[in-house]
């Protein structure tokens, strides 16, 4: 039997047995994507709504830069949050640095963009069609991004899902600010790319199993409540 | 109806409209409008589409800002009057009939222990109790219209204006809103609506502005208008009109 066939039996039986290195990668995984995707939706979502119904000057500037940051390099950001971090950085005193800490901040800069152009897309499409009632019943700016937001919420759900399947499947940045340490910083993606490099492939190709399972659950979850959404609210 | 007309008009006047215009990039879409209204009537515009009906509503409304001129409303007892506005395609949000109704409460900063009642109370003048806990979006057009009606409604707005609020309905449930609409005049608002029908001008208004092209032709009771419009547009139009 070939490597990869080897490599797959391994995997299921990885899997199967809950492998407790395993199981420790996924939930630290999983705890500090969905961290990031809290802080970035907390912030994004809200930001993008006000860019996509507020009028100033400078706003299509500023849509252009936010769907730019769309595409930040994982490395660049990891790179920027190591020096805030770094002993000798301007946040170096908190010590955050190769901490779970430090790639929630990481992976929440790169997908609160991601989270903030997609909510402005979605909030400004509806915004058409509610502008003349919102202004009509008097609804301050504040009241509109909420109602917006609330109205729009099953649609969001995409914008969501995209940053957290960005913050999930990137390694540049944590691996920078986590440092890949075993049983503290190691996640999924630092592992695939760690243990592929050293040639242990089962447990690699066991994560990389895995990942994408969960982006796809994720997805189809996401799917589901957008049809019965749809059915049920119109 | 002249003579009661005459006598509503003399209780004041509500809103005066001066030399009033609107740009759109080159186009002018409402070309010195002046005119005045008396309280408590029913005014419909009148016109054909594109003859700058929803425009002049909505500058009167304050959705636009006209490009010169002047609205200028009367006061009630020395405050605001209080306007709702009903548009042709309801604007109605995600969430329950009832919801629908209790937000525009809420923006209209109403105790939060009164809203129920007054959304229950306007959805039951409506005829609308049996769809109050339905998902606003999926009722029907007609539903979907009075809902927006009540909503409305249930501010107690001094003056109702509304923006071809039956284009898009068939002729049961363009019944259903024009009663729904007059009995929200009879409630004591004012009622200011646009159409390009004349069945449904003849059947609800009191008096009627014709515009024709952005400029207002005529300002003539809803009798003497039927009688025989005094503006060539305004004959043409009915002319036109298929019976």
């Known amino acids: 039997m070939n490597t990869l066939g080897n490599s797959f039996i391994a995997a299921y039986e990885l899997i199967a047995r809950a492998d407790p290195t395993l199981l420790a990668i996924i939930g630290l995984s999983l705890r500090v994507s969905l961290s990031a995707l809290f802080i970035a939706t907390l912030v994004g979502a809200p930001a993008g709504a006000l860019v996509a119904i507020a009028d100033f000057r400078g706003r299509r500037a500023v849509i252009v830069v936010l769907n730019g940051l769309m595409g930040l390099p994982p490395v660049v950001v990891g790179l920027l949050v190591y020096l805030l971090l770094s002993r000798a950085g301007p946040l170096g005193e908190l010590g955050l640095l190769f901490t779970p800490g430090a790639m929630v901040i990481a992976q929440a800069i790169l997908i609160t963009p991601i989270v903030a152009a997609l909510t402005r897309q979605v909030v400004e499409d509806a915004w058409t069609e509610y502008r003349e009632l919102l202004t009509s019943l008097r609804a301050t700016l504040w009241q509109a991004v909420v109602t917006l937001l609330w109205d729009t919420r099953y649609s969001l759900l995409t914008a969501v899902l995209a940053g957290f399947g960005r913050a999930m499947a990137e390694v540049g940045a944590v691996i920078i600010v986590g440092g890949n340490i075993a049983g503290v910083t190691r996640v999924m993606t630092t592992t695939i790319a760690l243990e592929t490099s050293k040639g242990d492939l089962p447990l690699a190709l066991a994560l990389g199993l895995i990942l994408i399972l969960l982006v796809m659950l994720l997805n189809a979850a996401a799917f589901a409540t957008r049809e019965w959404s749809a059915a049920r609210h119109g | ?243």
């Open chain 2, 1 to 243: 109806m002249d003579e009661k007309n005459t006598a509503r008009a003399a209780a004041g006047t509500l809103l005066r409209v001066d030399d009033l215009c609107y740009e759109s990039g080159s186009q002018r879409l409402l070309d010195h409008a002046s005119f005045s209204l008396g309280a408590g009537l029913r005014t419909v515009v009148l016109g054909a589409n594109g003859a700058g009906k929803s425009v002049l509503l909505r500058l009167l409304h304050g959705l636009l800002q006209p490009t010169s001129g002047r609205v200028s409303w009367a006061e009630a007892q020395g405050r605001a009057l209080r306007q709702a506005m009903v548009f042709q395609r309801p604007v109605l949000l995600r969430r329950s009939a009832m919801a629908n109704v209790i937000f525009a409460l809420k923006l209209g900063r109403v105790a939060a222990s009164a809203c129920e009642t007054r959304a229950l109370t306007a959805l039951s003048h409506a005829g609308l109790m049996h769809i109050a806990r339905r998902s606003a979006r999926v009722l029907s057009g007609g539903e979907q219209q009075r809902l927006a009606l009540a909503r409305a409604w249930a501010l107690e707005p001094d003056v109702l204006l509304l923006d071809e609020p039956t284009a898009n309905l068939d002729p049961t449930a363009t019944r259903e809103v024009e009663d729904t609409i007059m009995r929200i005049h009879a409630g004591g608002a004012r009622i200011v609506m646009t159409t390009h029908n004349l069945g449904q001008a003849r059947r609800l208004a009191d008096d009627i502005v014709f515009v024709h092209q952005g400029r207002v032709t005529e300002h003539t009771p809803a009798s003497t208008f039927f009688a025989g419009p005094k503006s060539a547009e305004a004959v043409a139009f009915m002319q036109g009109e298929i019976p």
